[in-house]
C-alpha cells in the first residue's frame, strides 16, 4: 500500500509538470485520501509530492491539503519524546516545506471564496 501511494504521488506530480494537469490533480487527490485513509511510512513525502501537485494544477484546493499536512506533521513531531530528535525531524527539508506553505494561508495569499471562483 505505501510504495503504491508513494508512486500515485510520484505520478501526479510529474503529470502535472509534464503539462497533464487533470491527471495529475486526480492523482495526487487519489493519494492523498489513501494515506489519510490508512497508515504509511511515507505518509509525510507522499503529502508534500500531492501538496506541490495541486499547488501547482488546483491552487484553490491546494490550502486546504498544506493544512491537512501540517496537522499530521505536527502530530508525528508530538509523538517524538526527545527534544533533539524532534529538532531534528522539524529541520527535515519536506517537513519545513509543508510547514512554511501552510504558513502562507490557502493557495499563497488567493482567496477561492472571491466571487466567480470554486472554492
Known sequence: M????????????ARVDAGEVHSGVLL???????????????GIEVRDLCCEALQKGAPASAGDAYHRAGMRVRKVASYIRDARLRALFLERTVVRRILAAEA????????????????
Open 2 to 13: 505505501s510504495y503504491h501511494a508513494y508512486a500515485t504521488a510520484i505520478e501526479a506530480a
Open 28 to 42: 495526487a487527490r487519489t493519494a492523498l485520501g489513501a494515506v489519510e485513509a490508512g497508515s504509511s511510512e511515507y
Open 104 to 119: 502562507e494561508g490557502p493557495a499563497a495569499g488567493q482567496d477561492p471564496l472571491r466571487r466567480g471562483e470554486m472554492a
